[in-house]
């Protein structure tokens, strides 16, 4: 210890100075010593080797994997999708035009000079003061966008539709406190009032069979079956209050009669009514200069034309189909049609084109 302790102040190479510390060695002997032991001692080159090695492989540059993301949205800088998105521009994470976006025009004609009155510098100093204030409600109102998640206003707006009506109706009330409480609390306090309603409407259903002196889910299956069909009946005798709109006309009566009794028979409505309504179905949706249709396969074009869906709302639709199916490990209509506000024939076309194509599976 000693002789490292001697090189570490003389330095290598300096071994006369290395002798004279060490006093009891000549400068031959520290540096044959130093050299036997520490340069070429096998155990030691090594132990230094693996070492660096570790060193080396601890900071070696690694690839960064890239994963190619739509959110928030990177739409081109003219289009619809821009503008309803307020000009955001996310490689920046800025904005094209700001809050109070002239707030510096104030600013402009103002000069700070030595012969100023006392009340002309105050009046200065409180116009910078305001301009400071407004900057910071700049600031405020994006960092309210970036932490709700409100850049993206459609995947927002979908994410706002899965929840029944009554806790949306909840969740536009308590927007205006999202602000105040954070935006993990308040996705927290949704979210749990959401599984509040989930639960006291299931207690209902409960409660529901235990009336009706049910004690088995099996039972429970035959009553639900049985109250659906007696619910189709009550339906079907509201019929005669149609009927009463036709007597006057007895084509139209006929032509009312016999359609009901095609649909009784099996027949799809859509296959009877296009002789006698006399409708025109709605031509195909032209995506041409629609935001999104570049990111579509034939098919999904195809679908999309049929729907009349634009690209973009398809795509959304179908994040958030596929996302409730990685989570619940299969898809069933009734969830998607929660899930999806629109109407209920798109959404079937929908469904059973993504469980055609492989996208999602039958729970």
């Known amino acids: 210890m000693a002789l490292l302790e001697a090189v570490m102040d003389c330095g290598f190479g300096n071994w006369q100075d290395v002798a004279n510390q060490m006093c009891t060695k000549t400068k031959e002997e520290c540096e044959k010593h130093y050299m036997k032991h520490f340069i070429n001692n096998p155990l030691f080159a090594s132990t230094l080797l693996n070492l660096k090695q570790a060193e080396a492989a601890r900071t070696a540059d690694t ?3 890239f994963h190619s993301a739509d959110d928030p949205p990177r739409p081109a800088f003219d289009s ?9 521009m996310p490689a920046r994470a800025d904005f094209i035009e700001e809050f109070d976006n002239y707030a510096e025009w104030d600013l402009r004609d103002i000069d700070f000079v030595e012969d100023d009155s006392d009340i002309l510098h105050a009046l200065k100093m409180a116009v910078v003061d305001i301009y400071h204030s407004r900057l910071k409600e700049r600031q405020r109102r994006k960092k309210i966008i970036r932490d709700h998640g409100l850049v993206n206003l459609r995947k927002f707006r979908l994410m706002e539709r899965r929840y029944p009506k009554e806790v949306q109706d909840l969740y536009e009330t308590m927007r205006r406190f999202a602000r105040i409480v ?3 609390e308040h996705d927290k306090f949704i979210e749990s009032h959401a599984l509040e309603f989930e639960l006291r409407r299931e ?3 409960l409660q529901e069979y235990r009336t009706a002196g049910i004690t088995n889910f099996c039972s429970a299956r035959t009553y639900d079956h049985l109250k ?3 619910e189709e009946e009550r339906l079907k005798r509201t019929m005669l209050s149609e009927v009463l709109q036709y007597i006057q006309d007895s084509s139209a009566c006929q032509q009312w009669l016999r359609r009901q009794a095609d649909i009784d028979s099996g027949l799809s409505p859509s296959v009877l009514m296009a002789p006698n309504s006399g409708r025109r179905s709605a031509p195909p949706l ?3 200069g629609l935001p999104g249709t570049e990111k579509l396969n034939e098919k999904e074009k195809e679908l999309c034309q049929v729907v009349r869906l634009v690209p973009g709302a398809y795509l959304e639709y179908k994040s958030a189909l596929l996302n409730e199916c990685n989570k619940q490990g299969g898809l069933r209509l009734a969830q998607a049609r929660a899930l999806i506000k629109i109407d209920v024939n798109k959404t079937r076309k929908i469904y059973d084109f993504l469980i055609r194509e492989g996208y999602i599976t039958k729970a």
């Open 63 to 65: 690839a960064i994997p």
């Open 80 to 88: 619809l999708l821009s503008r309803d998105m307020a000009g955001y």
């Open 182 to 184: 954070g935006p993990v």
């Open 286 to 288: 032209n995506l041409t």
């Open 203 to 205: 207690i209902k259903r």
């Open 228 to 230: 659906k069909t007696r």
